[in-house]
């Protein structure tokens, strides 16, 4: 199996299986001299970590990463970067039933019809578990922007509901069990989300990611956007269907004078934006505003409900699953679009630098 990499000059290739003994990563092309140990990378494997709720997967996993290679007496040595998690666990069998069935809106058929084999258990390669790498990956971009970059991410609706924009604190978010920037609603969530999950069901959510203080000047035209390189990164994220910048959809509805962003000279000499509907992005290029990016996550395919479906023998037959499952996944993808996005932002000051030198710090 091709293309389990991502970036080009900081590029992150994750390995693993969900039920495997161990997932990893190996970071390639991150500075020397960077200090680094795992406490870094800790705090944001255990935001995305299973099992802290009864909203999540009740898969037990301490998600305690290693750094096995490209750091010496606490600081980036140029070299590959490995790190891994060992996968404590599993049970595989709760997957039996459906190890020549496929699931419907799952990845089981579409693996199947390409490699002739795929593995069952937890979905394997397909699993949500690979996530873990990109957070912890995520976790060493943010130490190549430095501490300036913020990037803060929520889940601002679940299903048919979503937030009060005039209710949204970020402090919010780290109070609630959905990384939910409206309190009120995070209330209204909870009784919702339970009933799913009694039904055996699942529901899916809409996510979005904000980095502030962005330096102006990242990303290349024409084929080396910054919004297109991010939009592709959430997208390689487990269960994403949709993706956009800024207004993204909502621009279609709006006539060129509302949707521009006006400018004015600030009193610190700099340009002052009235507005964000680009997301901070103008023409592939940061544009200095917040970069802004939502993403769409589809419900869990995996359903205590029967579904019908057809096994590897071409017959007709009826699914459900069994086991340990998020009946919203969008929960737990808030860590893992944060960690997308400082690794395409990582990946794009570096190239900058390349070209153009030091300029953006």
């Known amino acids: 199996m091709s293309h389990n990499s991502f970036g080009h000059l900081f590029r992150v290739t994750t390995w693993g299986e969900s039920h495997g003994p161990a997932i990893g990563c190996v970071i390639d092309g991150c500075p020397p001299g960077i200090a680094l140990t795992e406490a870094d990378i800790q705090p944001y494997l255990d935001k995305r970590r299973p099992g802290q709720s009864s909203f999540t997967t009740q898969r037990q996993e301490p998600d305690q990463v290693r750094i096995l290679s490209g750091v010496f007496e606490g600081v980036t040595t140029g070299t590959p970067i490995g790190l891994m998690i060992d996968n404590v666990d599993q049970r595989s069998k709760d997957y039996g039933n459906i190890a020549r069935s496929f699931r419907p809106g799952h ?89 799913i ?60 004078e509302d949707n521009a962003d006006e400018m004015r000279m600030g009193a610190d000499g700099n340009i002052a934006f009235l507005s964000n509907h680009a997301g901070g992005i103008l023409g592939g290029i940061s544009s200095g505003q917040p970069v802004v990016v939502r993403f769409a996550v589809k419900p869990t395919s995996s359903l205590l409900i029967p579904r019908r479906s057809v096994d590897e023998a071409g017959e007709e037959t009826e699914v459900s699953t069994k086991g340990r499952h998020d009946p919203c996944v969008g929960i737990r993808a808030v860590p893992v679009g944060e960690a997308m996005m400082a690794c395409v932002l990582a990946d794009h000051l570096l190239r900058d630098r390349a070209q153009n030198g030091p300029r953006l710090g």
């Open 197 to 256: 999950r009694k039904d055996g069901s699942s529901i899916g959510a809409v996510c979005e990611i904000v980095a502030d203080n962005v330096p102006a000047g990242l990303g290349a035209p024409i084929y080396g956007k910054l919004d297109s390189d991010l939009a592709s990164a959430m997208m390689s994220i487990n269960a994403v269907k949709g993706v956009e910048i800024g207004d993204g959809f909502a621009a279609a509805s709006l006539r060129g």
């Open 107 to 195: 990845a089981d058929l579409t693996y199947h019809l390409k490699y002739g084999i795929r593995d069952y258990r937890g979905g394997g390669r397909s699993s949500a578990r690979e996530t873990a790498m990109r957070v912890a990956a995520g976790a060493v971009a943010r130490k190549v922007l430095g501490e300036g970059v913020v990037i803060r991410g929520a889940m601002v609706q679940m299903g048919a509901h979503r937030i009060e924009p005039a209710r949204w604190d970020w402090d919010a978010v780290e109070r609630n069990a959905f990384f939910c920037p409206d309190a009120e609603t995070a209330i209204a969530w909870e009784q919702e989300l339970l009933q």
